[in-house]
């Protein structure tokens, strides 16, 4: 897997891919800020701060002493996403995630962007818009789905395998 960039690191953090999605949350209480003695680290952080209100991905506003920081729906979305990409846990013996779309011609982008994600999810292209994998992402996927307003174009299944 390819190295996370210092932005995905802090996104990742944001969107509380290991502690559960969150929306809005403290980040920083602005005297313990301008106390770190580490000016490499925190550079690094607010460069990558600066790129996700950059990307829309994040906004920032005072509360008091502290720093909050937003995601944008863009921003949750991406997540999520990222959510999907990384989720190990496996479904149960004998059960698959299946994927099947059926996306018009005229919005091909969002259909390259779903084979893009699904192949990073390690789901495996069984035919020419059915994709299955054994990684439990379906609760994400249909998730994704619905912010997307794909319904129309995109199911999610779990499914029994097939014995060979």
Not at 40 to 67: F, H, N, P, V, Y
Not at 91 to 120: M, N, T, W, Y
Request: proline content about 2%.
């Amino acid at each position: 897997m390819k190295k996370r960039s210092k932005t995905q690191e802090v996104l990742n953090i944001i969107g509380g891919v290991t502690e559960g999605f969150r929306r809005s949350f403290p980040s920083y209480d602005y005297d313990e800020l301008m106390a770190v003695r580490n000016l490499k680290e925190l550079r690094g952080r607010k460069q990558a701060l600066e790129r996700l209100k950059t990307q829309d991905l994040i906004t920032t506003r005072m509360r008091g002493s502290k720093i909050w920081l937003d995601l944008t729906e863009r921003g949750e979305q991406f997540v999520l996403a990222e959510i999907i990409r990384c989720k190990s846990r496996l479904l149960p013996k004998g059960r698959v995630c299946v994927v099947c779309f059926d996306i018009p011609e005229s919005i091909k982008e969002v259909r390259q962007a779903l084979r893009k994600l699904l192949r990073e999810a390690k789901l495996r292209h069984i035919q020419r818009s059915v994709w299955e994998g054994r990684r439990d992402i379906v609760n994400e996927l249909r998730e994704l789905v619905r912010r997307n307003s794909a319904q129309d174009w995109i199911r999610v299944y779990v499914a029994d395998e097939l014995s060979k």
